[in-house]
């Protein structure tokens, strides 16, 4: 099991992209429905992350190597969820999909580190994931918050 690895690989296609432009479907009411495949995946990577951080206190770099795969191509929400949520980011999915890109570069490069029990490149490594992630959350939870769950956040 120590080489267990996670391939789910995420995929945003321009396809996706193209729909969401050529649509030109003005937001309606089940676009302010809540998002519940992001929120149970953002749990899910809530969860990854806090077993990495408890992986590293005790220098498991076993359990580092094992969880990083799933932190770096983890699953998406489903699809007409995420055509929703391109909508509402519209000119920003760059960004967006910039912040998911840096995520999976570093959990990839986490997990090479931890494959060396090079502990402080993992340290280095999991800073960048936990920077990405900060990133994204910083520029979008709080409108998303308050479009989709139609409260402020914080």
């Given amino acids: 099991m120590k ?3 996670f391939v789910l690989v995420p995929v945003f296609t321009a396809t ?5 432009s050529a649509a030109g479907i003005d937001a309606r009411a089940e676009d302010r429905q809540a998002p519940m495949g992001l929120r149970t995946l953002m749990e899910k990577l809530g969860r990854d992350m806090q077993a990495v951080t408890g ?3 005790t220098e498991d770099w076993e359990l580092v190597e094992e969880l990083a795969p799933g932190i770096a191509r983890h699953a998406e929400p489903p699809a007409m969820e995420k055509v ?4 509402w980011v519209g000119t920003d999915a760059g960004k967006f999909r910039g912040f998911d890109a840096q995520v999976e570069q570093a959990a990839n490069a986490m997990a090479e580190a931890a494959a060396r ?3 402080l490149e993992v340290i280095r ?3 960048e994931v936990q ?3 900060l990133g994204c959350h910083q520029q979008f939870r709080g409108p ?3 479009h989709f769950h139609n409260r402020r956040d914080r």
Avoid at 16 to 20: K, M, T, W
């Fill in 3 to 5: 080489h267990m690895k």
């Fill in 16 to 20: 996706a992209l193209l729909f969401v």
């Fill in 55 to 57: 992986a590293i206190s």
């Fill in 84 to 87: 929703r949520i391109l909508r």
């Fill in 117 to 119: 029990d090079d502990g």
């Fill in 125 to 127: 490594r999991f800073s």
């Fill in 131 to 133: 920077q990405a992630c």
């Fill in 144 to 146: 998303f918050v308050e």
